[in-house]
């Protein structure tokens, strides 16, 4: 496994990423599309499925956000490669797809808002890593927008709140965020743990495909009923009136202090972007979508 | 709601005929135009000077768009909306000053601008949000660009397109469709607390 080719996939999944949503993702909007009552509603999924396709077929960038670039790595202990080096080829496959695709720049320096112009700065890609059993490298890349990241909210409820607090703060911040993360949205959440990580499972929970479950039959049950609420609140496509103001709500928990309750909430645009790559020491074995 | 094909420049007549929730598809030239153009136009026409262009009947999209130059001409890679309410201060001013009569853009403008609509005969359209490639795929040619020193997503861009949409009517005469859903989702809250918080 030399490193070109893992700067090279880099490249492949910010392409794909960009350029095409996960299956699972297409087909819950083309769910809620046949099942939205509000003909606004309908106009908004029909021009969203229709951009997708478009940004497949043309190989365009599907939102003009293409976000700040995430990796989230699970590399095996036997892996040949060390885990800096990975980095080092990822950051370079982020400096170069932003040229080649190309992507917005989009990451500046947070007080002089210099902008790099290649999407890389300090900390910048983010690395979320996992070490595992195995001799493979499992690479995740999401680009996250602006208009759904601002939309992140952080309660330390208190313990008494329980079940039905979390719900509470949900729907408080479902209602403040309107249309602002175009929705329909899916709603990371995550609770317990501390407060960052909290928020790192709210985000992480974004990587679970719709169509997958939790194996946690509680969490099954607040991921459905949450959603119904969510998609009870009339706010819609876009904000702009209906059924589908989500396409479901990914949680995930860790045990917490026995006086706190963090509940941290990390939405998601229709342009749930995500591509994953599985490496093995010999080579690439499955790239996604 | 009804479905219209219409034309720039906007005239009175054709705002005179939209409605909230009416679908329109729109060709013609449109101005994209965001915060520190909005500014500047305002500057300039306080200061008893003209703009570079006539924003008499013209739409104003509010997009930061993605463009390249290839082969001498600009390509729009991306141009999907940007969130409109950043406009607010700006846009009651620009729509009294120059005739502006369409506002393309996401997420609504607040009351004031609502008013300054009304008044001048404006109405304000909403676009899918992130929707970037439809939007670049309806626009058949960039037909000058102005303001480049303010950077490629401040300038005001020319685009020529054709059946740019679908596009809903949000505001019109006096009505606000985001205020009036805001105002039934927080109505419908507290059966929702009741209903899923026992
Ligand atoms: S919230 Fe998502 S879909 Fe909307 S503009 Fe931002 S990145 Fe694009």
Not at chain 1, 21 to 39: I, T
Not at chain 2, 111 to 132: D, L, P, R
């Amino acid at each position: 496994m030399e490193l070109s080719e893992i700067e090279e996939i880099g490249v492949e999944l910010l392409r794909r990423a960009v350029t095409r949503l996960p299956e699972d993702v297409k087909e819950s909007l083309k769910r809620a599309l046949s099942e939205e009552e509000s003909e606004i509603g309908r106009t908004q999924l029909e021009a969203i499925l229709k951009n997708v396709e478009m940004a497949e077929k043309s190989g365009k960038p599907m939102c003009q956000d293409t976000g700040v670039p995430l990796f989230f790595l699970r590399v095996g202990k036997e892996f040949p490669v060390g885990i800096e080096e990975i980095k080092s080829a990822l950051v370079n496959s982020v400096r170069r797809g932003t040229k080649e695709i190309p992507l917005r720049p989009n990451v500046v320096d947070p007080m002089s808002r210099e902008n790099t112009g290649d999407n890389s700065g300090r900390k910048m890609p983010y690395f979320d890593v996992e070490i595992v059993d195995g001799d493979s490298l499992e690479i995740t890349f999401m680009p996250k927008g602006a208009g759904s990241e601002n939309m992140s909210f952080l309660g330390m409820l208190s313990p008494s709140k329980g079940v039905n607090g979390i719900k509470e703060f949900v729907l408080e911040k479902v209602i403040e965020a309107g249309g602002k993360p175009c929705p329909p949205t899916i709603i990371g959440i995550g609770i317990g743990g501390t407060a960052d990580l909290a928020m790192k499972l709210a985000k992480r929970s974004l990587l679970r495909p719709l169509n997958e479950d939790h194996n946690d039959e509680r969490i099954r049950e607040l991921e459905r009923e949450i959603a119904e609420m969510v998609n009870s609140t009339g706010i819609g496509p876009m904000g702009l009136g209906g059924k589908f103001t989500c396409l479901g709500v990914r949680m995930d928990f860790a045990s917490t202090h026995t006086a706190t309750l963090p509940v941290a909430i990390n939405f998601q645009c229709w342009a749930a972007r995500r591509s994953y790559a599985l490496i093995e020491k010999d080579g690439v074995r499955r790239v996604l979508p | 709601m009804s479905e219209f094909k219409l034309k720039t420049p906007l005239s009175e007549g054709d705002v005179d005929k939209l409605e909230v929730g009416d679908i329109v598809y729109l060709s013609g030239e449109i101005y994209t135009a965001r915060d520190r153009a909005h500014k500047r136009a305002i500057e300039l026409y306080e200061s008893g000077e003209e703009l570079p262009f006539d924003w008499n009947g013209a739409v104003i999209f509010h997009c930061g768009p993605v463009v390249i130059e290839r082969n001498g001409n600009w390509e729009v890679v991306s141009a999907g909306p940007t969130t409109s309410s950043r406009m607010n201060d700006l846009e009651p001013k620009v729509i009294e000053y120059f005739g502006v009569r369409g506002i393309i853009g996401k997420g609504g403008m607040n009351g004031g601008t609502t008013e300054a609509m009304n008044k001048h005969k404006c109405v304000y359209f909403s676009i899918t949000g992130g929707a970037g490639v439809l939007v670049a795929q309806a626009v058949k040619r960039v037909k000058g660009v102005y303001w480049e020193d303010l950077g490629m997503p401040e300038a005001v861009w020319v685009f020529s397109v054709e059946d740019l949409g679908p596009l809903v009517v949000t505001i019109s005469k006096g009505r606000n469709y985001y205020l009036e859903v805001e105002k039934k989702v927080l109505s419908v809250k507290e059966n929702l607390l009741k209903r899923w918080i026992k």
